[in-house]
Each structure stands twice: as C-alpha cells, then as structure tokens.
C-alpha cells in the first residue's frame, strides 16, 4: 500500500469516528487475551518473555506491515458500557493487562497503519516502537506518524500516566519489542496482572492460534474502510 492510498485510509478512519460522536475514554491500562496455554508456556519455558512474533495477514491485505514486521498485538478497546476491557475475547481466557507508560512514553513513536472491520465492528491499528528502533525507521517510510499528544485515536496527555482512546473504533496496536512480562511482575507488582476472561462461545485453543496466525481479515466491499480503487474494481 502507499503512502497516498494509506493517508486516504487514515481519512476514512477520521470520517468514521467523526460520524460516531468522536467520544473518547481513559485508558489504563493496555491488554493482550491470549490461551492461558500460550501464557503457561511463557512462564515455563520462555523465562517470562514474551516474544515478538512476525506479523498475520489480518487487517487490510495490501497493508505494508503484513508478514514484514515484528511485535505483539496488545488491545486498547474499552467496552462503551462499562468503560473497562470486554469480559469475552475470541483470542483466549487469560489476559495480561500492562499500563500504558510501560509501552508508550517518551521513548516511542506512534503510526497509524490501517483501518478494517471485520464482521461489524470498525477496528484501526496502530504501532508502538521505539523510537530510533529498525522497527521505528520501517515504520517512518511506509506509515503515518501521529503526535501522541494530539490525534484522533490515541493520545497521551503530558501526565502520561494514562492514554486517552477513542470509543468510535476499536483501536489495537502492535507493539514491536519483546516484552519480558517476568521482570515487569518484579518491577510493577501491583500494576502488571492477569485476569481470567471468558472465551467466546464455540471458541477453543486452536482456534484461538489460528485466529492469532491469520488474523481477521478485512470484509470486502464495505464502503466505509475499502480504498476506492478496490470498490471500483468489484464493480
Ligand atoms: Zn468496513
């Protein structure tokens, strides 16, 4: 995807807030739903850390992350109820939930690279890397940089003890490092923590993984996130 057919993504993505009131909440914390087999191996033979994995094919299939970058999906998406992570995922029952100036602070940059929905719900992904990182300089040439004080998705005020998200989309990053979920326990005892979820219903481990290694892939022909060249070619 270029750079023109990326910035006409980040406009409908801007678009599609607007029209769904533009409100945003606190963030906390941010959070990854993984099997708690995927976490059980960490602990047992990966020492505590969690390692960054080549990114799916999830999202748009033109995006410039796609099978060329490294990182984890963490999920910033609060439930418009109750303002707090949804009690169901479709990616496991167990969730690590890391504060958010653990993963973005003064030291990373923040990218806009897609905008998708799948089945419903309207989903942008964003990018988290530090800064100077080979992930950072990849990111620079293809994607778009946001000011993380101010930008339509996520923004972190200067306190930067707590992010502000937007409720119009379901906002996820892709955070590119390993995160040795070990040392941070030892560090941050009372602020890095697990909680059970439910999985959703006809869900199981492996389906679970596959989603994980596939990813939700963008619906085709939704008007709303589809660039217009591809609505132009399926008609
Ligand atoms: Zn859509």
Same mark, same amino acid.
């Given at each position: 995807?270029?750079?023109?057919?990326?910035?006409?993504?980040?406009?409908?993505?801007?678009?599609?807030?607007?029209?769904?009131?533009?409100?945003?909440?606190?963030?906390?914390?941010?959070?990854?739903?993984?099997?708690?087999?995927?976490?059980?191996?960490?602990?047992?033979?990966?020492?505590?850390?969690?390692?960054?994995?080549?990114?799916?094919?999830?999202?748009?299939?033109?995006?410039?992350?796609?099978?060329?970058?490294?990182?984890?999906?963490?999920?910033?998406?609060?439930?418009?109820?109750?303002?707090?992570?949804?009690?169901?995922?479709?990616?496991?029952?167990?969730?690590?939930?890391?504060?958010?100036?653990?993963? &973005? *602070?003064? %030291?990373? #940059?923040?990218?806009? =690279?897609?905008?998708?929905?799948? +089945?419903?719900?309207?989903?942008?992904?964003?990018?988290?890397?530090?800064?100077?990182?080979?992930?950072?300089?990849?990111?620079?040439?293809?994607?778009?940089?946001?000011?993380?004080?101010?930008?339509?998705?996520?923004?972190?005020?200067?306190?930067?003890?707590?992010?502000?998200?937007?409720?119009?989309?379901?906002?996820?990053?892709?955070?590119?490092?390993?995160?040795?979920?070990?040392?941070?326990?030892?560090?941050?005892?009372?602020?890095?923590?697990?909680?059970?979820?439910? &999985? *959703?219903? %006809?869900? #199981?481990?492996?389906? =679970?993984?596959?989603?994980?290694? +596939?990813?939700?892939?963008?619906?085709?022909?939704?008007?709303?996130?589809?660039?217009?060249?591809?609505?132009?070619?399926?008609?």
């Amino acid at each position: 995807m270029t750079k023109v057919e990326l910035n006409e993504l980040f406009q409908k993505a801007v678009n599609h807030i607007r029209r769904s009131g533009d409100k945003s909440a606190i963030l906390t914390h941010f959070y990854r739903t993984k099997p708690k087999r995927y976490f059980d191996a960490i602990r047992i033979k990966g020492c505590g850390v969690m390692r960054k994995y080549i990114k799916n094919l999830g999202g748009d299939p033109a995006s410039s992350l796609n099978r060329n970058i490294r990182g984890l999906f963490f999920s910033a998406h609060l439930d418009a109820s109750t303002l707090a992570p949804p009690p169901q995922s479709p990616y496991g029952d167990e969730r690590l939930h890391i504060p958010v100036p653990l993963m &973005m *602070n003064i %030291d990373t #940059n923040l990218y806009f =690279a897609d905008f998708y929905c799948h +089945i419903s719900s309207h989903r942008v992904t964003l990018v988290i890397t530090h800064r100077y990182s080979a992930s950072d300089f990849f990111c620079q040439q293809r994607l778009i940089q946001l000011n993380v004080l101010c930008n339509p998705f996520l923004t972190l005020p200067l306190s930067g003890e707590y992010a502000e998200v937007t409720m119009g989309v379901k906002v996820e990053v892709f955070y590119t490092e390993d995160v040795d979920i070990g040392n941070l326990i030892w560090r941050f005892p009372s602020s890095v923590f697990f909680t059970r979820v439910k &999985m *959703n219903k %006809d869900n #199981n481990f492996n389906r =679970a993984v596959l989603i994980t290694s +596939i990813g939700f892939s963008k619906k085709d022909g939704c008007t709303v996130c589809n660039l217009k060249k591809h609505l132009k070619s399926r008609k």
